[in-house]
Structure formats: C-alpha cells, structure tokens
C-alpha cells in the first residue's frame, strides 16, 4: 500500500511506473542530468532500476524492497537511484539490457538493476534482488552494502577500468555497416536453421520461458506460399494452435499474455500488452488469408476486441498494457477456483466446460485454474460422441457466463500511456481486418489511433514517443518512427487516401536525416541525444528489431515509387545484418520477412484508378486483403485525390479505361494489360 508519508524526484513525472514509485522512501530520480551530476558531486555509483508499470516482478520488488525504510535508506546512502520506465525510453532499457548481459551469470528480464560508474558506465547487474539474504540468494541490502565496500577500497579504480573496458569492447562490437548482401542461399539456409530450433510438439521455439514471437510465424508464412513449403506452414499452424489453446490466451475475454512459463504454453506471464496483441492478431489474421481457417478470424476478432474494450483510449490512442497483478496477486483476475465456475454454471455445463478447459480442484497454478484446452474442440467432441458444433455452441455460452461473472472483479491496472511504436502496430492490423472483414468499426480504429499520434505526438515536424496526461515528450526512437511508417503505408494500401501515403515519406525522409549512418544501418537515437553508446538495433528482442521494420518499409517504398534512394537505404541495413541472419536466424526472423520480399521477382504491384462511381472499391479491397498474397503493393487513384500523382509520378498515366474502374497489374518490370471493369478485375484476383 503507497505511503503518502514520503515523496521524491519521480512525483513530477507522467509515467505511471515512475508515479508508482514516487512515495517510496527510496530517493529516486528520473533519467537526466540532474541525477548524473549529483553522483559526480557526492562521489556515489548510480543505481540504475529498469522496468514497467505492469511487470510482476517489478511489483513484487517493489513491494518487498523499495518501500523498505531499512533497505531504502541503504540504497539512499550507497548510491544516486535512477530510475526508467522502459517503454519512455526504451534506448536506455535496450543499452544497459544488452550491457548488463554481459556483467551477468543469468538471463536478462525485469526490473534490470545496473550498478553504474558516475558517467553512466556500468559494473554490476541484476534483476530481481530479494530485500535480504534468502537461502544462496543475496538480498539487496547485503549486494548495496558491498558495492559501497568495494567503491571506498582500492579495487575501485579496477572496478572502472572494467566498467571501461565492457563500454569500449561494447563499441567495438557495435555494428553500423556491413560490405556483403545476404544472398537467397542465405535466406534459405536461415530458413533451414530454424527448422532446427523449434519445437515440433508445441510449436514456437524450443525451451521455457516461451515467447510468442509472432514474427518467426511471418516468416515461415511467406516462405510457405512462396516455395510450397508445407514443413512451414505446418509449424505455423501448430504454433497458433497450441497458443490459442494455451493459458496464455485469454479464452473469456480474448487477447493474449506477455509469455507463458512453460513449453506447453499452458501457465502465462498475465499481464497484456498492445504491442504484442497487435503483432499476434496480425500473424492470426494472415494465417486466415492462406487457410481460412474460422478459429482464427474468431481468434483475430476476439483479440482486437479486447484492445477496443479495453486499452483505448477513448480519444483514438490505445493504451500500452494491462497489468498481471491483481491485488498485488498474480493472476488473480483471469484464474478461478473449481467453486467460483461452480457458482456460475451448474450440471452437465459445468462438467463439460472443466473437462475441455482442464479444471481441477488442486488447480495448477497457486491452487487456482488457468483454462487451458488439453485437446482440440473436434478431438474433445468425438470424445463424447457429440457434433462439434453443439460442444462449441455449449462452450461458448458457458464462457459468456463466466466473462459476466468475471467482469464484478476489479479489472488490473492499466498503464494508460500512448507510445508511437506500439499504436503503429496497432493502426496496422485494425486496417488490414477492417478490409478483410468489411468491419468499418476495425477501419475507423486504425485511422482514429494515428489521426490520435498525428493531432499530439507530431509536433514540429519530428515525433514525441509517449503521450499522457495532456504531455507528448521524449524525442522518438527509430522503432517508433518504423513502426508509424509501416501503419501508414497499410492505410494507403487499405483505400483510406493518399495524405497516409505523404505522412509515411515524410516521416521516411526525416528518418534517414536523424537515424541512418552514412551507407549503413539505422541508429536508434538520433545523433543530439545523451548516449553512452549509440546503437543500430540489428536483433528481435521483445519488440521486431526497427531495422528489419523499416528495410520492409523501404521495400514497400520503392515497390510503389521505384524510387532508387528506398532500394539502396534496405540494401544498407541488409549488409549490416548479414551476420547477424547468418550467425543467429532466431533472432533475426523479422529480416528473414524483410528479405523475402527483397528476393521476390514476382512480387505484385495493384495500381486500381476507380472511375467516378467508385464502382467496385469495396469488392476489389476486400478480395485484396483477404487473399494470402505476399509482398503485394496497392496503390489506389481516386478521381477526388489531385496528390496522388504527385507523390507517386510514376503512375500518373494510369487512370479509368472508358470510364470504368481499371486495374494495372504488375510484377517487377512486367505489367500485364490492363483489366476494367468490377467483374474482370475480381476474376483475376480471384486467379492468383
């Protein structure tokens, strides 16, 4: 419970991680010079604590050792304590990640605890530190009492030649450039190795904690359709499968968590997350396109509806998360204990839903149930000899019931910041459902959310990264800039008008000017911020790497402009991530989608000129975006849009064919005649 008693730096502070951390008695400080100076003054190392305002264990320490007056007055006495919401800045977060990993025994995670030099050069790190000694574990109190012995001994001045030496091998191994491409042998072999590591049971990648990293499905997706590889698109299936039937989706309210805690995908991590619901529905929404599938439309569907319910804003932004913790309990919203369904469905309803959805008396997490289905509905229905259809039927109106039950709780916490990277993700898929799914409401979604961006995060020509609480501050990072891009170039291919199109270059032409190292890859910062180091983000980690976004970007760029600067600009980041594809596809599966749309010879350019009447706009977008094509670019003329032909000269001769809507088909350097008429032109999409 927050005592009012104390108050510190972060009181000033939007954030609502820093606000949950502003009457710990801990002195904090926000990131800043202010804090830099200080430790250089009063000679003390700085304790820097990375995390987020819906991390569990961010909580828990938190709880058991910020609020500490014993733990908290040696922290205050030992160091300078700095602390970041990881999501504000996330170059911070993605820096001292990357360094801390170095300095530890153990895998990264949150919070991240880096032990820094007074210019910001660290020498420790952990994460989660209980408050005292527990069994071999050391507590916090124990590690600040002998970080303060050894910066008063004489090893301290080997503690900052080491602190030195890690920033400059750090450097050193920083990569900006490369001078090889990736060839297709490359892509193929990259391909072939991460057939190596996934998990042939459950799907995803082998090993727990397991991540659903939505890309790597991407990946395989394309490569699937693209060489009639069924080895991918039988992992894909089997992945989305055991998600959806896993603890990790939501089965009552829809949404997936941050990760699960096992292989079997059954015990998530809860909390939810917009970025990683909106990168998922994306995956499941084109896993439909090539099957069409009805579980995932539903899956599609549910999960967007969870992000309209319940992190937007009301105003067009979504909201970054919804916490895992429920009354300082992990869990406790989503989980239920065998009575509570008792006392919502009774009888045969009661039995058939804890048999599909593994109910037990013990439960299986901390004596409560996480739902989760053992087998498939068809498998479960031929089970009890009964239509699938009528076990569905039944099943859905028993998870109505306990929703409504569920929805008297107290909803978690939800960090009520608006972040450019996370809503450009977002804008992306609402726009590519609402045409799929001729769902206006989906549509309307993804315009709102970057009209929402453009109205408080654009100012002055360059993007703010966060929104809240009336502020937009903090310069965007590359991630947000790639992301934006990406959702507008998927609203002008979604018919929603050219000035989506004008936004995505200029914001790709300010990109290059602030990010890009000359013929080589993307900073993350732009050159004037404050870095210790400065980064090109080459590596998926818990977001797609901004790289492997934005060399997709530049490929749709010059797929509708053939405008040679957006070649040459994906061609520099492929050089510079050659070794890291070749050396590591797992984490590169991002540049994997990327490249395959830079090898694709047959990769289709629509250029649709609707006549006057519009006539067939809605047939022809709909058949477009639920149709698997990869690496297609649309481009639309209206006859009221006088900027599209500036923006995109190369098409200005193409327009209605005797007064009928018309489609130029085109692949690379060849173009088919072209088709007018509604009917001629669904018949050829129909053929692809």
Known sequence: MTDFRHENKLIHEKSPYLLQHAHDPVEWHPWGKEAFERAKQMDKPIFLSIGYATCHWCHVMERESFEDEEVAHILNEVFVNVMVDREELPEIDALYMELGQALMATAGGWPLNVILTPDLKPFFAVTYLPPRMQKELI???????????????????????????????FQEASITHGTELPSSDTLLDAMEELYEVVDPVFGGIRGEPKFPISYSCDAFLTFSKMHKESRALFYVELTLDRMHRGGIYDHLGGG??????????????????????????????AAWTLTKRDEYKEIVCETLDYLLSHLSSGEGGFFSAEDADLERQEGLYYTWTIQEIEEVLEGEEFELFCNYYGVSESGNFEGRNVLHANMTLTEFAEALSIKPMEVKKRLDEAKESLKRRREERPRPFVDDKILCSSNGFAAHVFALAGAAFKESRYKEAACHALSFIRSHNWQ?????????????????????????????????????????????????????????????????????????????????????????????????????????????????????????????????????????????????????????????????????????????????????????????????????????????????????????????????????
Request: net charge negative.
């Open 256 to 285: 997936f968590s941050r990760y699960a805690m096992d292989v079997m995908w059954h015990l998530p991590h809860f909390e939810k997350t917009l970025i990683d619901n909106s990168l998922l529905a994306s995956t499941y929404l």
């Open 460 to 688: 002055e020509g360059r993007l703010l990264r966060r929104y809240r609480d009336g502020e937009a501050r903090f310069a965007a990072g590359l991630d947000d800039y790639a992301a934006l891009i990406k959702a507008s170039l998927t609203l002008f291919e979604t018919g929603c008008g050219s000035d989506y199109l004008s936004w995505a270059i200029e914001m790709t032409d300010l990109a290059r000017r602030e990010f890009k190292e000359k013929n080589g890859a993307f900073f993350q910062t732009a050159e004037e911020e404050e870095m210790l180091v400065r980064r090109c983000e080459l590596y998926d980690g818990a977001e797609p790497s901004s790289n492997a976004v934005h060399a997709e970007n530049l490929l749709r760029l010059y797929q509708m402009t053939e405008e040679k600067k957006y070649l040459l600009q994906a061609e520099d980041i492929f050089r510079a991530a050659k070794n890291f594809i070749e050396s590591f596809p797992a984490g590169a599966t991002y540049h994997l989608t990327s490249l395959q749309r830079y090898f694709d010879a047959s990769a289709l350019t629509f250029v649709i000129a609707l006549n006057e009447k519009r006539e067939g706009e809605e047939e022809i977008l709909t058949a477009l975006a639920s149709r698997f094509i990869p690496n297609k670019a649309v481009i639309w003329k209206t006859p009221d849009d006088s900027l599209i032909d500036k923006l995109l000269s190369l098409h200005a001769d193409k327009g209605p064919i005797e007064e009928e809507t018309t489609l130029y088909l085109c692949a690379r350097e060849h173009c088919e005649a072209p088709l007018a008429g509604k009917e001629k032109i669904l018949e050829r999409i129909e053929r692809i």
């Open 139 to 169: 507590g916090l109190s124990e590690f600040s009492r002998q970080i303060h012995m050894l910066w008063k001994s004489p090893e301290r001045s080997q503690i900052i030649e080491q602190a030195d030496r890690v920033v400059e091998l």
